[in-house]
């Protein structure tokens, strides 16, 4: 346990609306990660952090943008969510270093209607 | 990442040894292989991971191949709480700052 919680765990909302995911953690790692998971896809990249308003895009980043005004919390924003949208969304640490040990959160089951 | 080769699916005797193997052909001199899992609907977890030689944790065993071609992922004793997906990874680079890769895995079942 790398004490990395993430908000809401289940969200159903509407095509069209903004919604914000939000990771947290309480070790203070520089390096954090969104990850969503579909059937027959995988873990896919959205964004990550390299540290306080440090981000870069990963895999599939178009519809997301993400935000990380201090070091413990890293938001996912999509900012008109689509039904293409609707995931399983983890967000991930890593310790320092140079390892690829990554840590993952519980997971945000998200809907979009 | 090394583009990594695994099986869809293996199934293995629960108390028996499952060996999950691995191809990564094209993997550098200075890449590491990482091992993780992920069990039904929870995030992936880390087990393990090593340069070229064999490495060993309280969840697994690792063997590479000298030629660093492909390893095996070894749990010594599976238990019903092992079935899970099974991902091997050979990340970019030694940095650690290269984002992992996730492939499709190897879904293994442990069958009681």
């Known amino acids: 346990d790398a004490g990395i919680t993430q908000s809401p765990r289940h969200k159903v909302t509407e095509t069209g609306t903004p919604v914000t995911l939000r990771c947290h953690q309480t070790e203070n790692h520089r390096y954090m990660y969104w990850y969503r998971q579909d059937p027959g896809h995988g873990l896919r990249l959205i964004h990550y952090s390299y540290g306080v308003k440090d981000t870069d895009k990963g895999e599939v980043s178009d519809g997301y943008s993400v935000s990380r005004s201090k070091t413990e919390d890293f938001l996912l924003t999509l900012e008109s969510a689509t039904s293409s949208q609707t995931s399983v969304y983890f967000c991930?640490?890593?310790?320092?270093?140079?390892?690829?040990?990554?840590?993952f959160g519980p997971g945000t089951r998200l809907t979009v209607t | 990442d090394a583009k990594t080769t695994q099986p869809p699916s293996m199934d293995c005797a629960e108390g028996r040894a499952a060996n999950l193997p691995c191809n990564h052909s094209?993997?550098?001199?200075?890449?590491?292989v990482y091992w993780y899992r992920q069990i039904h609907s929870q995030g992936p977890q880390y087990i393990i991971h090593g340069l070229k030689n064999n490495e060993t944790n309280e969840m697994a065993s690792l063997i590479i191949t000298e030629d660093r071609k492909s390893s095996t992922l070894i749990l010594p004793h599976a238990t019903l709480r092992d079935t899970a997906v099974y991902y091997c990874i050979a990340p970019l680079g030694s940095s650690g700052n290269t984002p992992l890769v996730f492939g499709k895995g190897t879904r293994l079942s442990v069958i009681a």
């Open positions: 094209t993997i550098s001199g200075n890449e590491y």
């Open positions: 991930a640490i890593k310790r320092a270093g140079n390892s690829y040990e990554q840590y």
